[in-house]
């Protein structure tokens, strides 16, 4: 197994800078490799891959849900199954697609942005991530448990998931478990990573904005996945226990089940939406060819947004029967959100203001991001006054909210951030007219996807149903139609991904874009497996 | 031609959506709607201010980026500048957004505390929410009763055509006076679910274990539909709720019927108790309301859900020589499943009826029997 | 700038490959399954095969655990680690900690919750005045909870006695715990043997209390697992804690051998000093226990 002694005896006086550092590291091969690795690049690369994957399972059971939908009636699957695919779905995007690619990310650039040989804990890296397949398929196996897979939502709300749900339950609390104990290991590696590896010279205030938000993100991970365990820990034992936590008769509350979910549940929405902000604050200047305007107040608005986000959480609970006052306290502190997200929004035009851009796919993501994210930001402010969330909540107006920021959001963050520092990862540049192709596609059909969908909700169609009344059909036809257009869209995207992936383009310059800044553009693409054995010093 | 018409309403987003809200009192395709209390249409107008505010803001900053993307362009030979912070600008940036968020919250708080001043109620509903129905009850007359989807499962199944109010229609909905001041009290038996009606502006979680109250003050009468709006088990989709505002004199006569109708079915219940139904009478009936009130879970073949809801063909309780434990879950329900108490929404025949189709449908051919006068016997000790 | 590197700079040590993440990876997977079937198969009262796979797992884990520190301790003592990676470590504890700390925090959260809001709510205050006239007429809000809405009954913990001799020992076990490394770090190994000796032996007392109050709770009081919110908050908050003390004394004992091996030096024992702060950790937990769960 590892020698520990193998890493002691490469020479010392070895280079991060040139590539012949990797004649002295023997790169494993095979896929014990890929298993054992202790890298952050092919830690990395596992997470970005898996992510991939679960996305398009996690899609796929949105072609489900969508083709249901198609028509007023059932016609494919039962209302039961129906069920299950929009909890499978949300959960498999959220903890299996979202979170995992922007680790991977974070693995990936983290130590080459700050000059750092690999993360802090490298043998931790490794079982964060294996953890998570295991995760995924009991999740999914519980879907051929007798009676099903969980069906309550990827809120599962008490007692819905506790004494009316199937035996699958059990199943999908310690899956949910164990990706808790991934993602808090992968934080921790994350936050250590940071506050103890940069090279010398890189002060706080140096590190590039995907750092920082990271490290934000980071911090938020270990303060709410604990709270998310406990509370399902809670579901476990009112299911299956006797305990009664959710259950009025034993002195409980339902909405008790609420507060600790959404304590942990909102802050979860901002861990993934800041990446993002990050990778956007690292390609909006590369393509203006200008520096980021105002590094220092979003760095500010980025600590104002997470420590806000622990004082919100009941805006997704305003129908339950708050007393007023509180009604008020968390409608206010949601719309105060709006301003340092507003910071950054603007920052980022200044940014592009009097620069000189262009519009590489990086770039074309990225403002599709910033566009996209604002609307989906503005109905979020919508949401958040309380009496016209009366009439909001729960429907597709709600759904609409959280696509336009978690697709356009998070996944266009996602896709510009793979397209921007891929060429880096191979060594060559991705197949262009491809990437176009993804763009276009994209950006049209996941608004024909996504946009009617406010429509629906204003018109009143609840979420979470599998058959509707008559004045929907039309909208629902077209968004299904967005659906499977944009799902095929993606199709397009992984094949340009093998493509990438089996070297195929022309070789880029360690560089790779002509306004690119920071230290993983010094270093030779493809990036060394092995970088900065040698910290760089930053001035 | 609808269709036309609404992707005409997208494209030009604002102007139809302000035409049609206002046209369409009732509905709208695309927008919400006013609805047909004073709170609704403060909702209403709150909802357009902001829908208006977010648009300018849209607007300014996509105005300037779009500027940005074209005049600052490379391939127009733009030089890039090179300032990166101005404290005057971010200031303001900074302040403008927070006093627009005061403008909004202003009118959004004073809404709010109307709409949950309870006080001083004309009447009292108690709404309670069960997997898949609502139960109304009048708290100061002695009225109350079930209200189940009443559209045809051959509907849902495309077998018939979609009638117009497809699953928007119940069998008995719920009635109230228009210009008074009505409150209802909303609690769940099982899991939670949520009351909308969506011309009232009023959504309210339905909690079991707790009581929520909300209220309205209908304007103008008519029928209005609204849906569960919590995600409550298998059936969420299929629990409309109807309400029909009626002037305070027609509903009046109104309730006065229903309470005679209710002394009368008392009536005809200790009428029934002396009578024995035929086979064939209690299997007609009996089948009627196992499709209606029991198929949702248990299907309508007897064979459930497996691992949800337990089938009843071949079930041990369903075809064991005791009658007890068969009449007492359905009388008691089992507490702390799905299957609860159904002697409110049943009647002892009814009950009796159910009984002795579950006990001879789908092969479970046990020959047996049973009369309203042995559910009695269970639930009266008689 | 480029002169001074050399100095600042040690090598970070980056291990190679490892197994033991793998199996830890499998050893969870297990994990769950195992338990995933076997709390369905109790509860149900059906035989299976959750019990042996959760077994399995546990297994699993714990040899990954004996693997992966043996790696550990071996890299150690062969000097390969700097102080860089030392702060690695201590701060990854640190964090570990903080987000133990919040998993207490969602039951303690549920404790204030049911106490302060939904006990008094279902006794009619704030906006359920209908609540308890219409579904639980007659019930008055009370904490403890030793009548619940629902009817069930039982008998609430005092603090005197057993609590509070428990509070003691555990406080005195920090205390000795804590002059433990002030004899490591001296280098006073006979203090560091004796102090960390007595530590383990409070724990281990502590431990045994504990089970005896639990059989009290049952057998006398009536207050279980499931009698109501009081029982639910007081067992899993205690319960979650007595397993942290319990994993805390292994690491403790784990760490006595290691004494006795004679690993450690004044300067260079993070696994000492993680195992300490665990055990304040899990003593300052139990301090905020004695407070909310018994005393108020
Ligand atoms: C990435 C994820 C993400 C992000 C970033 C957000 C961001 C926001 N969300 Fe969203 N939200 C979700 C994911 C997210 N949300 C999800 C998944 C749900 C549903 C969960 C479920 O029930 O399943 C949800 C639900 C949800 C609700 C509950 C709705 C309901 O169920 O009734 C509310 C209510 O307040 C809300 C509000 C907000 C607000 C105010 C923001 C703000 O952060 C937005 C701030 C941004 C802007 C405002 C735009 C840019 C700013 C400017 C251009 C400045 C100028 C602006 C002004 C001064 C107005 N969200
Ligand atoms: C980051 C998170 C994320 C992402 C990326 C998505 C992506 C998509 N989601 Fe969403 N969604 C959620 C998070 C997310 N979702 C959450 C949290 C909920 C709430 C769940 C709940 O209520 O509990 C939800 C709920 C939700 C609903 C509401 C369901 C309901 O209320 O009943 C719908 C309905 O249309 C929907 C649709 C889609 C679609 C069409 C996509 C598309 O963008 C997906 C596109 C991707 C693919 C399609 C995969 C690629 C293609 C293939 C695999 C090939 C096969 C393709 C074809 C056959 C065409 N989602
Ligand atoms: Cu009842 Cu949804
Ligand atoms: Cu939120």
């Not at chain 1, 995992?100 to 650039?109: D, V």
């Not at chain 3, 502590?206 to 009698?227: I, K, N, P, W």
């Amino acid at each position: 197994m590892s020698t520990a002694t193998d890493t002691v005896n490469t020479n010392p006086d070895s280079h991060g800078h040139d590539s012949h550092d990797d004649h002295h590291h023997h790169i494993p091969k095979g896929l014990m490799r890929w298993v054992l690795t202790t890298n952050h690049k092919d830690i990395g690369t596992l997470y970005l891959w898996f992510a991939f994957i679960m996305f398009l399972v996690g899609g796929a059971m949105a072609m489900v849900i969508r083709a249901e939908l198609f028509q007023p009636g059932l016609q494919i699957v039962e209302p039961n199954f129906f069920n299950q695919m929009t909890t499978v779905h949300g959960l498999i995007m959220v903890f299996g697609a979202v979170m995992p690619a922007f680790t991977g990310l974070a693995n990936w650039l983290i130590p080459m942005m700050i000059g750092a040989p690999d993360m802090a804990l490298p043998r931790m890296n490794n079982w964060s991530f294996w953890i998570l397949p295991f995760a995924f398929l009991i999740l999914l196996s519980s879907l051929f448990v007798e009676g099903g897979g969980p069906a309550f939502g990827w809120t599962f709300y008490a007692p819905l998931s506790t004494t009316y749900s199937g035996d699958s339950t059990a199943l999908f609390v310690f899956s949910v478990h164990i990706m808790g104990i991934s993602s808090i290991m992968g934080a921790i590696n994350v936050i250590v990573t940071i506050f103890n590896m940069r090279a010398p010279g890189m002060t706080y205030m140096k590190m590039p904005l995907f750092v920082w938000t990271w490290l934000i993100t980071a911090f938020l991970l270990i303060a709410v996945m604990p709270v998310l365990a406990g509370v399902v820990t809670m579901v476990l034992t009112d299911k299956y226990f006797g305990t009664s936590f959710f259950d009025a008769a034993g002195g409980g509350d339902p909405v008790l089940f609420q507060h600790i979910f959404w304590f942990f549940g909102h802050p979860e929405v901002y861990i993934m939406i800041l990446p993002a902000f990050g990778i956007i604050s690292q390609i909006v200047p590369t393509f203006s060819r200008k520096k980021l305007f105002g590094y220092a107040s979003m760095v500010y608005a980025t600590a104002s947004i997470a420590l806000l986000s622990f004082i919100v959480w009941a805006h997704h609970m305003f129908t339950t029967g708050m007393p007023v006052f509180a009604e008020m306290f968390f409608m206010i502190a949601t719309m105060i959100i709006a301003v340092p997200t507003g910071v950054k929004v603007f920052n980022w035009v200044a940014t592009m203001w009097r620069g000189s851009i262009s519009f590489e796919i990086p770039m074309l993501f990225a403002i599709a991001f910033i566009i996209l994210f604002t609307i989906g930001g503005l109905s979020g402010l919508m949401l958040a006054i309380t009496p016209v969330d009366f009439q909001y909540h729960d429907t597709y107006f709600v759904v609409a909210h959280f696509h336009y920021v978690l697709v356009t959001g998070a996944v266009f963050s996602i896709m510009a951030a793979v397209y921007y520092w891929l060429p880096k990862w191979t060594g060559r540049m991705f197949d262009i007219t491809l990437a176009k192709w993804h763009f276009w596609c994209s950006l049209i059909s996941v608004n024909v996807l996504f946009f009617p969908m406010h429509f629906v909700g204003l018109a009143g169609m609840p979420r979470r149903i599998p058959d509707y009344a008559l004045q929907f059909a039309d909208f629902n036809k077209w968004i299904s139609v967005g659906g499977f257009a944009f799902g095929l869209s993606q199709l397009i995207f992984l094949a340009l991904v093998i493509k990438a992936c089996r070297k195929k383009g022309e070789k880029v310059s360690s560089q790779v874009w002509e306004g690119a800044e920071g230290l993983e553009w010094e270093i030779p693409s493809p990036a060394p497996y092995h970088t900065f054995d040698t910290p760089p010093t930053v001035k | 031609m609808k269709f036309l018409q609404t992707a005409f309403g997208a494209l030009l987003l604002s102007t139809p959506i302000m035409s049609l809200a206002q046209s369409a009192s009732e509905r709208s395709n695309i927008n919400l709607r006013p609805g047909v209390t004073d709170i609704s249409q403060q909702v209403f107008g709150l909802h357009m201010m902001m829908f208006w505010i977010c648009v300018a803001i849209a607007v300014i900053v996509f105005g300037v980026m779009f500027y940005a993307m074209i005049k600052h362009r490379k391939s127009a030979g733009a030089k890039p500048a090179n300032f990166h912070e101005n404290v005057k600008v971010e200031i303001a940036w900074t302040v403008v957004p927070f006093l627009i968020l005061i403008a909004m919250a202003v009118p959004a708080a004073s809404t709010l505390l109307d709409m949950e001043d309870v006080s001083k109620p004309d009447l009292t509903v108690l709404v309670t929410g069960s997997q898949w129905k609502w139960h109304y009850k009048y708290m100061d007359n002695d009225v109350e009763f079930f209200s189940t989807l009443a559209t045809q499962p051959e509907q849902i199944r495309n077998k018939f055509t979609k009638s117009e109010n497809y699953l928007l229609e119940v069998d008995r909905p719920l009635v109230i006076p228009t210009g008074k001041k009505v409150r209802f009290l909303i609690t769940s038996d099982d899991v939670i679910h949520s009351w909308w009606v969506p011309d009232f502006a009023v959504k309210k979680d339905a909690n079991p274990g707790f009581i929520n109250e909300a209220w309205t003050n209908v304007n103008e009468p008519g029928v209005y539909r609204g849906q569960c709006a919590e995600l409550c088990g298998k059936d969420h989709g299929f629990m409309p709720v109807v309400v029909i505002a009626m002037e305070p004199e027609e509903y009046e006569a109104w309730i006065v019927e229903q309470e005679a109708i209710a002394q009368r079915a008392r009536e005809e219940e200790q009428r029934l108790l002396a009578m024995n139904m035929s086979m064939e009478e209690l299997m007609t009936t009996g089948k009627q309301v196992y499709d209606s009130v029991c198929a949702a879970c248990h299907m309508p073949n007897g064979e459930g859900l497996a691992g949800v809801f337990p089938a009843i063909k071949g079930s041990a309780i369903a075809t064991g020589d005791d009658l007890n434990p068969h009449i007492d879950i359905i009388v008691y329900g089992k507490a702390g499943t799905a299957m609860q108490s159904f002697a409110k929404q049943l009647t002892m025949s009814e009950i009796a009826a159910v009984i002795t189709y579950q006990r001879n449908a789908w092969g479970n051919n046990t020959g047996d029997m049973v009369q309203a006068k042995d559910i009695n016997a269970v639930m009266n000790g008689e | 700038m480029a002169q001074d590197a050399p100095q600042q700079y040690e090598k970070y040590y980056v291990p190679e490959q490892s197994v033991w993440p793998i199996v830890g990876a499998i050893a969870l997977f297990l994990i769950a399954v195992g338990a995933g079937n076997y709390v369905v198969e109790v509860s149900k009262d059906k035989s299976g095969y959750g019990a042996y796979v959760l077994i399995a797992g546990l297994i699993t884990l714990l040899v990954m655990v004996v693997g992966w520190f043996k790696n550990q301790i071996d890299e150690s003592m062969s000097g390969l680690y700097s102080a860089q990676l030392g702060r690695s470590y201590r701060q990854g504890m640190a964090w570990f900690i903080f987000s133990e700390v919040m998993f207490f925090a969602a039951f303690f959260g549920a404790l204030f919750y049911a106490r302060v809001i939904a006990v008094p709510w279902l006794g009619g205050a704030s906006n359920n005045a209908m609540t308890n006239e219409v579904l639980w007429p007659g019930f008055e809000a009370m904490w403890p909870l030793v009548s619940t809405p629902g009817g069930t009954e039982t008998q609430a913990m005092g603090w005197l006695g057993l609590p509070l001799y428990n509070t003691i020992i555990l406080l005195v076990s920090s205390v000795t715990l804590h002059y433990a490394h002030v004899g490591l770090e001296e280098n006073k190994r006979k203090q560091l043997t004796w102090m960390l000796g007595l530590t383990i032996l409070l724990g281990c007392i502590f431990l045994g209390l504990q089970g005896y109050e639990y059989v009290h709770a049952y057998r006398d009081l009536g207050l279980t697992l499931q009698s109501g919110i009081y029982g639910n908050t007081f067992f899993l908050l205690t319960g979650f804690h007595g397993l942290h003390v319990t994993l805390g004394t292994v690491i403790l004992i784990v760490l006595f051998f290691r004494v006795l091996k004679g690993h450690f030096t004044p300067k260079e024992h993070f696994a000492f000093q993680a195992g300490a702060w665990y055990w304040h950790f899990v003593d300052v937990v139990w301090v905020m226990l004695f407070f909310f769960v018994y005393i108020l």
